[in-house]
Each structure stands twice: as C-alpha cells, then as structure tokens.
C-alpha cells in the first residue's frame, strides 16, 4: 500500500538510495575478496605500506571514530605513544 502526501505526489513509501559518502582506501575502489586469508594479506599489506607518521593518523581517526572526546581526555583511558 502506498500513499501519498500533499508535496506534490511525492510517494511518502518510497526508498531512496542512501546519498553518504563511502570514505575507501586504495584510490576509492572497494575490494571483494574470496577468502579471509587474502582479506587479512591485503590489511596487512596496506599497513606495510604506510610510513610511521600515516599509521599514527589513521590510528588517531580510528581512535576519534570508536570514542567520544570525553572518554579520550580522560585519564583512565590514557594512551601514550613513546618515541
């Protein structure tokens, strides 16, 4: 059953694609892989890869992703990188 609104007979059911931006690694193509064996290989390849300095910053953006500010600040949850 579908119904529509007074917005000109926009159909309120409908389903739309998503319009988010998928950030990709790799020049913005997204593998398939056939195995988790080569999964794994090419996470550990594109960590290889990196220099010292871009494995911190993806660290940090993970780290910013998964945490709030607050739980980051706090010192219970410290981290500290030596050099």
């Known amino acids: 059953m ?5 917005n000109n007979g926009i159909d309120d059911n409908k389903a739309e694609e998503p319009s988010a931006a998928y950030e990709t690694a790799n020049n913005n193509r997204i593998q398939i ?3 988790f064996e080569e999964m794994n290989e090419s996470q550990y390849e594109h960590w290889r890869n990196l220099s010292h300095l871009q494995r911190l910053q993806e660290h940090y953006k993970l780290l910013t ?3 709030t500010t607050e739980e980051l600040n706090s010192n219970s949850n410290r981290i500290i990188f030596d050099h």
Do not use: K
Request: glycine residues 0%; charged residues 20%.
């Open 33 to 35: 892989f056939h195995s």
């Open 2 to 6: 579908t119904t529509e609104n007074d």
């Open 65 to 67: 992703i998964t945490f």
